[in-house]
């Protein structure tokens, strides 16, 4: 078997820690996402982006200098 | 912020050939993590490297977290000699990808690539399977939730068709 067919093969492979973990994720933001274009999706992302760092500046700020 | 049109704009106006892996390859499948940078895989061909250069030498690219002042020199022979870049840019953070482990080279890629018209050009986006793939191989811990999120994205697009 070659490198590239035993990668596959692993990913074919259902992984028990997977399983775990994916009972948390939330399927209705992934079905609301595929709604949307693959664009729509990256300009959402920029959104966010904008957000988190609004975010960090105002958090910053109530801090204050040097802290 | 990372303006990722911008990015995609300057690599593709500057035709090179790329993939978009990593976080923004997962939200543009429809995952809805933050991701603060583009990943992008390039051709390690010498006309591709003179495209990386000229491509982005007019937005400043320079080593991420490194310290300013470094005597870095954004080259041709810069791209040639290294492989792997985790730059900022005057449009963003911008990770220059000669290879990735369980993905390996953009002609191991490329193969399954999906081409996506985004902001009015073709862009070529590693496959959900294969993202999928490259994230296992890499083992993080990290990336756990992304291959819940992206397998979850998986049977959700099954259910759908």
Known sequence: ?67 | MTDFKGLLKALTDGNVEFIVVGGAAATAHGSSRLTLDLDVVYRRSRENIARVFSALKDHDPYPRGAPTGLPFRWGEKTVASGLNFTLTTDLGDLDLLGEIPGGGTYEALVRDAVVLDLFGMKVQIVGLERLIQVKRASGRPKDFEVIAELEAIREEQETET
């Not at chain 1, 729509?40 to 982006?49: C, H, P, V």
């Open chain 1, 1 to 67: 078997m070659d490198a590239e067919s035993a990668v596959n093969q692993e990913a074919d492979e259902t992984d028990p820690v997977i399983e775990a973990y994916k009972k948390h994720v939330d399927r209705s933001l992934i079905r609301e996402n595929l709604k949307r274009t693959p664009q729509e999706r990256l300009e959402r992302l920029m959104e966010l982006q904008r957000f988190a760092e609004e975010l960090r500046r105002a958090g910053k700020e109530k801090k204050g200098p040097g802290r």
